[in-house]
């Protein structure tokens, strides 16, 4: 691994400081607290060797040190013999050794996605999390959602993480995901960033609020809380309406430690699960 592909898996850029990486270090860690491998494959150990890397770090296996040494001292007869050096044999072995075992993990990777096709629940509440916020763990608030809401029994929970501190290959492949999400994912409810949510809402990406949740007065809600969030969006009306509501303080969300500086919640304009998105929304407002 060189320095330039160990900035890539930490995603930093390569005059990130040192401050730098130990912060991204310490939200890596504690990402990886629930999760065996990231949304680009990548494991504890990738992260670990990546973080040796680029700090200068180096380890000599003492153990794989001394063998090797033994083997130049007393070579394989039938290396000699045959007139290969037995190091560069080693390595072919050992190199396609992890082709056969990395082609098995295929086949089960495949037959594992046929079934969690067939066998697959189609959630009741999907929800993103965009922009320049990261959440440590969607599953745990795919857990509490269930658990707060009756009538979702399947949840899911995408955080799309679009922010500047990445490298360009990783912010990359999260705009097209969002991209995608955005236009087919069919998704009730979003939780974004200030910026994002401008971007989006006079674009027609959302339902104004009180079309799905009705009176916000008589649900506790101070329309005037919310008077920067009143738009036009020019593709589906004429007139100015709310279309997120400023959930930065909410409790739930703060249980669930997300991390950004301003959080708007909106209600997809392709939700298929209005009445479940309708009480996750009353759920966060608190």
């Known amino acids: 691994m060189d320095r330039k592909t160990a900035f890539e898996i930490l995603g930093l850029k390569e005059d990130a400081t040192q401050d730098e990486i130990v912060k991204r270090m310490d939200v890596l860690y504690r990402k990886f607290k629930n999760i065996e491998r990231d949304e680009r494959g990548y ?18 296996d003492e153990k794989a040190e001394a063998e090797k040494r033994y083997r130049q001292e007393h070579p394989n007869p039938i290396f000699k013999l045959l007139g290969i050096d037995e190091e560069k044999a080693r390595n072919i072995i050992h190199y396609y050794k992890w082709h056969a075992i990395i ?29 320049d916020i990261f959440v440590y763990d969607t599953a745990k608030l795919e857990e509490r959602i269930k658990d707060e809401i009756e009538g979702v029994e399947e949840a899911l929970v995408q955080n799309i993480s679009l922010s500047d501190n990445f490298d360009a290959q990783f912010q990359a492949a999260m705009q097209t995901k969002f991209v995608v999400e955005i236009s087919a994912g069919k998704n ?11 971007e989006l809402a006079r674009q027609g990406a959302f339902l104004p609020v009180e ?41 739930l969300l703060k249980e669930m430690e997300l991390v950004g500086d301003r959080f708007i919640a909106a209600f997809g304009y392709s ?16």
């Open 43 to 60: 494991t504890l150990s990738d992260i670990d060797e990546a973080y040796k890397i680029v700090c200068g770090i180096t380890y000599i």
């Open 103 to 131: 082609a098995l993990v295929a086949i089960i990777a495949v037959i594992s996605i046929i079934v969690s096709i067939v066998n697959k629940t189609e959630p009741d509440l999907k929800v993103i999390v965009a922009g």
């Open 188 to 198: 009730d409810i979003f939780i974004l960033d200030e910026e994002k949510f401008f």
């Open 211 to 251: 079309e799905v949740l009705g009176d916000l007065d008589a649900l506790g809600i101070d329309e005037n809380k919310y008077e920067d969030l009143i738009l036009t969006a020019e593709s589906i009306s004429t007139k100015p309406d709310i279309y997120g509501i400023d959930v930065t303080d909410s409790k």
């Open 271 to 286: 939700a298929e699960n209005l009445d479940n998105a309708a009480e996750f929304m009353k759920l966060i407002v608190k």
